[in-house]
């Protein structure tokens, strides 16, 4: 066999490839993480880490001076009347204290998904100092400078209602060991273990036969509602357009059923609150409000 000879001239196989550039312009860019400021179930790392699979890169105890905890989001009656959001503080009240969470922009989306998709809260941007003191029981100090300062994302109620339906005795426990978990403020979570909960009735029967009735009615509609949000939500956290919308409808039509005053008279109320803090039939009606039109619109 005749030995291979390569010409002298003949380029090397490995200097025809082309160069491949480590320039980063030939890379795309990595997302920045998220300062994610949670201040209700999300405080607690069962739910943060647990039930929503959320891998914080560094969390911290802050505090956002301008806005308050509520509990403003109609949830289920009889079962989870309402839901933690924030609103503006204005004079006086105690400002909201929860975890500010350094996270990736896909967990971020995550919580997102986990949160309604979109149905139930709307993206704000806040200003949270990060609380200086590391004892339970001392004072946490503001210290407002750029070390402490960051601006961060939280979530803030699409609709509302008024007066605030009563969260039930599970949930604001959750957000109890939350407190007691990030070692918040004693003021703070003293304040936490003040608030009333509610308690589904245990008589008169009436009371409870309309508990039973309400929820074998609504309750498979709800979870075929919070189904369809899990399963369509994108990659940008929220659900179609038209899916937010039902959802919101379901939820409106499940609250002006409660609010019948058919319903009022013959079984009670689900939220936990005295009928007197009622005046009558159309304002009742009228305390379930969107507060954001365009996230509910079809046509998002």
Known sequence: MSP????????????????????????????????????????????????????????????????????????????????????????????????????TREDYERVLATEGAGSSYAEIEVEAYKLVGNEEKAPADIVKDEKNF??????????????????????????????????????????????????????????????????????????????LLRTTTGKSGKAPGWLRWLAERTFRTMWRWHDSHFWRTVFGRGDGLEEKQFDDEKNSQLLYKPLIQLAISPQC
Not at 48 to 58: D, E, T
């Open 4 to 103: 291979i000879v390569k010409e002298a001239n003949a380029p090397d196989a490995l200097e025809t490839l082309p160069m491949l550039s480590t320039s980063p312009e030939n890379h795309p860019p990595v997302p920045q993480p998220v300062w994610y400021f949670a201040y209700g179930s999300n405080m607690a790392s069962s739910t943060f880490m647990g039930m929503r699979k959320i891998k914080p890169l560094s969390h911290h105890r802050a505090i956002v001076p301008t806005h308050k905890l509520t509990f403003d989001i109609p949830g289920i009656p009889y079962k989870e009347p309402s839901f933690a959001s924030i609103d503006e503080k204005g004079e006086g009240g105690m400002a909201c204290i929860g975890v500010v969470y350094e996270i």
């Open 150 to 227: 960051v601006k961060a994302m939280t979530l803030k109620a699409i609709r509302i209602r008024k007066p605030n339906p009563r969260p039930s005795v599970r949930y604001l426990n959750i957000l109890r060991d939350g407190a007691a978990e990030h070692k918040l403020p004693e003021a703070y979570a003293s304040w936490l273990a003040s608030l009333p909960a509610y308690h589904p009735p245990t008589r008169p029967l009436r009371a409870v036969v309309g508990k039973y009735i309400f929820l074998t009615v609504w309750m498979p509609v709800v979870m075929v509602i919070f189904t």
